[in-house]
């Protein structure tokens, strides 16, 4: 009953979440000591680690398809960016790469509507940390190159699952066609094998009574040909049949 894409994306959203939290957690105590800010964001690490636990349960104990819960899927990866890399600073620059997993991770699996959802979240999400993250006033070069990034790969990924999605169409209309021309040829085949073999039948027959009562040797030499030929035939349209049944 599970929704396999959204699943996978749950279960991907819990390891790295568990990873990138160990990251952080060794950046924090590499030095040894605990500053005030750092306790906070140690704090906010160890929230963050338990929401996507949250809402894989929730999908656990709701399985099937939930629009609701793959938006909330969208928003808790975006906040949780938000928070780690106004946090992190530098360390956490690294998260920038998320960004564009969400993005495109939500684009396959989820259709076109969910990989722009997720790009305008991504937007205003990196917006809000350039806003206030004392990190990223100074490059401008760079953040300006990365809302670029966030703006053309998701148009170039939209285009590919266009494309993707066109040549699915043009494959499910072939194998339709496909289907009805195997239906049709199995039709044709079972109507003919069936309608030939009557006249066969008949013919047979017919070359077994000439036989009992031809009894010239050049003859009874040209009805045996005629029988062998009608037999080698019946063999024929019963292969004619097996196929069609096939």
Avoid: C
Wanted: proline share 2%; glycine share 6%.
């Amino acid at each position: 009953a599970a929704d396999g894409l959204e699943f996978e994306q749950l279960l991907l959203r819990v390891v790295n979440t568990t990873l990138l939290s160990l990251y952080f957690f060794a950046v924090i105590y590499w030095d040894g000591r605990l500053e005030p800010r750092e306790r906070v964001f140690a704090a906010m690490l160890a929230g963050i680690m338990t929401v996507p636990f949250v809402v894989l349960g929730w999908a656990i104990l709701f399985p099937g398809v939930n629009e609701v819960r793959r938006i909330a899927g969208v928003v808790v990866d975006m906040v949780a960016m938000i928070v780690a890399m106004l946090m992190g600073e530098e360390a956490a620059a690294i998260l920038f790469a998320m960004f564009l997993w969400a993005v495109i991770g939500n684009g396959f699996r989820f259709g076109i509507w969910y990989l722009h959802f997720a790009q305008v979240m991504s937007i205003a999400s990196f917006a809000i940390v350039v806003g206030f993250g004392e990190f990223w006033r100074p490059h401008t070069a760079i953040t300006v190159a990365l809302f670029a990034t966030l703006v053309i790969i998701p148009m170039y990924v939209r285009l590919l699952l266009s494309r993707l999605r066109a040549a699915n169409e043009r494959l499910e209309e072939a194998r339709g066609e496909a289907e009805a021309a195997n239906a049709a040829k199995t039709s044709f085949l079972a109507a003919a094998s069936h309608d030939l073999r009557q006249p066969m039948q008949a013919l047979s027959m017919y070359t077994s009574v000439l036989e009992e009562r031809v009894t010239e040797a050049g003859s009874r030499r040209a009805l045996s040909g005629i029988g062998l030929s009608v037999k080698a035939l019946e063999q024929l349209f019963d292969r004619l049949l097996d196929v069609a049944q096939v």
